[in-house]
């Protein structure tokens, strides 16, 4: 049996009154569709914690600052349906483009700071449109527990910086990074690589735990960033868009003592893949 898919508001409505009112808690895994492991891995934990799962499915036009990405952007919604069908989830909400942004929609929410550097420097617009709809998406699921995964770590922490910020009653649930056998953080985006280019894309992660690695061990990290990046391209992953340690929760420069986290954005293939590790700083 594949998840019952909803596509209206009035009808989620009707569905979440009910749950609430029967005093059950609701957990929402917001997706853009093209389901993988990763995303199951926020199932299984929505479905552990809560006692009501919606999956929502949305490719948000506000957060695509490229026509040609947002065209490309996978589209299995009846895949995605069935591959949920074991998981039980209560719903997976399907909304119409209106549902979500209806004729005279004019509020857009931006987290200043966090949404600036790294994804935000290279997707400009990206955060306004991620940050919104998920405000929108909460709302709508009434959601008191929401599940996203640290393979967007920087849409994480803007994510929870934007539910501290607006005291939206509803709490964050990070879920760790799904990789493949050669560590390559799962993503919808890695279907649109070729064969050759999948095996190549295993020296993304293998650069960041080994920079991260000989980083905690002392090695200089300006140093080490600039060989990591060179054998990036060398084996023909480039751009390297950026290559960066930053803070692990503002996402600007480290703070002694706090954690910092590695994080990267690469072309390969003309695919852009996105990945992050922890980082100890001597
Ligand atoms: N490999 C993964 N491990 C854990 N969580 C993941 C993984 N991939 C995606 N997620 C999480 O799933 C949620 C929905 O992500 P999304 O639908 O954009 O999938 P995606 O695979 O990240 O696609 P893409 O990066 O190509 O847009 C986000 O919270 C994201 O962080
Ligand atoms: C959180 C999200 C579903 C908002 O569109 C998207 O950015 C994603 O899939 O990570
Ligand atoms: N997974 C993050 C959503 C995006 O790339 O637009």
Redesign the pocket.
Known sequence: MSAPIIRSLAELNALTQSWKRAGETIGVVPT?GALHDGHMSLVRAAKASTDRVIVTLFVNPR??NSPEDFAKYPRTELADAALLGPYQVDALFVPEGGEVYPEGHSTTVSVAGISAPLEGAHRPG?FDG?ATVVTILLNMTRADRAFFGE??WQ?LQLVKRLVADLRLPVEIMPCPSVRAEDRLAL?S?NQRLSPEARVKAAALPAALFASAEAISQGKDAAETLAEARASLETRGLGPVEYLEICDAETLGLPRPGAPARLLAAVWLDGVRLIDNVAVRLG
């Open positions: 853009m957060q695509f990206h991620v393979k967007d849409q993503s985006r």
